[in-house]
């Protein structure tokens, strides 16, 4: 019986990454292509562009080394992608980019965002959306692109949103997008998932500029002839509308159902949650359309998670740098007794986004007494980011908008990704503040392109929801479960309660 396979891709900032996910999940041709992003300056706002060509060549190049190894590109039954969201993509009617594709990170559009928000309204906005708008947004540099390059603005026949979106329009010459990175576009109803065509009118904006929006696992198109002959694919390969990077990062990490939780601690980081309604929509807290029509993902980011244990081995380290250091500087946090240490730490050290809003935030160390050692400093570091990270889990999965966060944050079980995962104490200090088991994927690099298979697994039949996907790519997923000790999780029971009284009693301080 010949292999069938799903062949994800997920075209993220810095790289591309592509795998072939065989029927029975296993994974093959696991492949990483890096991006190049440009970086600049346009009146008082920061602009990062990224070329979209790169982003096929990068989707070529690596079904091409499948190809070389033996692959039969007749066993691939489907492509599925994930990629960045939030982005200005704008292509001509052949499909080629009419200027660089403005990132999610690119602030350029500030000005255009403040018109929108006063004369759209505020409220109104969070209203339809499920979020706030700023200069970030696609919707205002849509607008930006209008006023500021008219030529490249009429060239426009379609603004795509993701990344991915580019790759799917070679591949298949149709313009489509998903909810989830139409989620991040500021012009889309979250609860009809259509597009708000009036509010783009208001603004003498063409709404026929936008890409249909399909459903994550609906069919955009097939292998075109021409993308076959540059990519290899068999022409006529079904091609997916695909997911937006946080929607398939969500399902890759298992969080399929409401109540679902994972977190990424990568240099930065957030935390996300599976429900079933918009909640709150408190500043710096995204709700996204979740690939299952039913659900929502609410999502608030962190400035500081890998940086700060970067900076406590900068600071405490005894040893070399990279891994060495780190594994050095784990054998002495290894020394702090955790169930003694009264040093806390507020892991401000880039100011921070949620649930403080304050760039001028700070690091700030209390507790510390003549005996604390450089062990107990550095290991409250990692104490502080797990404490970050759990009073965000509070925010993102409470219940009502005037209710203040009061019951702890316990799931059966949290999804822990992203590099700081490698230290097994961060791991272990994470279940002991959460009070629950932690999973650590071994292959978390690639779950994105995972979860947007999971789209091809329920198009193709071979799975029957999301939820049955990822249920069955966890128990055979290979990683780390690390459990509470209850001692322990109510030594940072304590902990906590004068943590969230740190920094409302140091703001006038970081403000003056």
Known sequence: MPEEYVAAFDVGTTSCKGVLVGRDGSLLGGMDIPLETRYGQQGTGRTVEQDPEQWFKAVAEIAGRWWYSGIDPKDVRLIALSGQMQDCIPVDADGHPVRPAILYSDGRAAKQAARMLETLGEAPIREVTGNHLDGTLTLPKLLWLKENEPDAYERTASCLISAKDFVIRRLTGRNVT??????????????SRRWKADWLERFGLDARKLPDLLASDEIAGEVVAEASAATGFAEGTPVLCGIGDAGSTTIGAGATRPGDLYAYAGTTGWVAVTTNRVGPVERGVFHLAHADRGLVIAVAPLLNAGNAHQWALSVFGRGPSGKEGFAELERMMAACDRRQSGVIFLPYLNGERFPVQNPRASGVFIGLTSSTTAADMSCAVLEGVALAMYQVAEWVSRPSAVSAPSDRCKP????????????RLFCQIFADVFGTDVFVPADSQYLPAIGCAAAGFVRLGWAQLYESFAEAWLKQQKGERFSPDEALTEVYRRKYAKFTKLYPALEALFDA
Request: cysteine-free; glycine content about 16%; overall charge negative.
């Open 178 to 191: 998903d909810p989830t990175s139409a989620s991040t576009a500021g012009m889309m109803d979250i609860s």
């Open 412 to 423: 059966s079980q949290v999804v822990l990704i992203g590099g700081v995962g490698q230290s």
